[in-house]
């Protein structure tokens, strides 16, 4: 049987071809991703570890590992370091609009969650002071956060913000979206310029997002101006490739 808090659909396997042409871990992939498309396995939750599969299956631990990476691959399915193989919550697909992820994954009907590792005042390097138009080495509020879709962690945030929002509380950065907080006291934001691209994960990216070690994350840079033009937020964000994405839309001249 599987553990408590493991599922595992038996009656799926039941009568696997053993003979035939098909490659057995691929009905065992294509059985599985049936599985969770339905909802026979909900999102969330978490499979057997590979060896306990193969001995359920009679099949080989190469043949297990196999099928499981090809749900992988697909986004079906996570590793998660400590967890196990767990069935993702549901990737998360992003217009490219000038909105927060908070205000995304509401929109999208998942629940957001916030945990905030830095919140301080600090001085502004020469980029941080170049995109908010400050001298360097003047104040700025600095936070960094990762931010959670229904308890799993997809992003790890950065943003930059002129001296005047020092009052913003970190319970206030754990309880709503930062663009949120700003409309609440006023601010307008109207534009923005944003840079999308990817790179290898850095050490603690890889620790905070569970995702292999070097492997890729997508990221985003962006510098918001209010309705006078003036810069207002600086931000760079990495976020999981394989529960993220961003969607915009191309209209030809």
Known sequence: MA???TVWPEELFLDLDRTGPIPLYFQVSSRLESAIRTGV???GARLENEI????????SRPTVRRAIQELVDKGLLVRRRGIGTQVV???VTRQVELTSLYEDLQSAHHEPGTH???HDIRPATDVVATSLGVTPGSDVVYMRRTRSTDGVTVAMLENYLPPEFSDITTAQLEERGLYQILRGRGVTIRIAQQKIGARRAHKEETELLEIDKGGPVLTMERVAFDSSGRAIEYGHHA??????SFETTLVAK
């Open 3 to 5: 553990n408590d808090d």
């Open 41 to 43: 396995i909900a999102p």
């Open 52 to 59: 306990a599969i193969g001995q359920r299956l009679g099949l």
């Open 89 to 91: 919550q549901g990737t």
């Open 116 to 118: 905030v590792i830095e």
């Open 239 to 244: 976020y999981r490739p394989d529960m993220y």
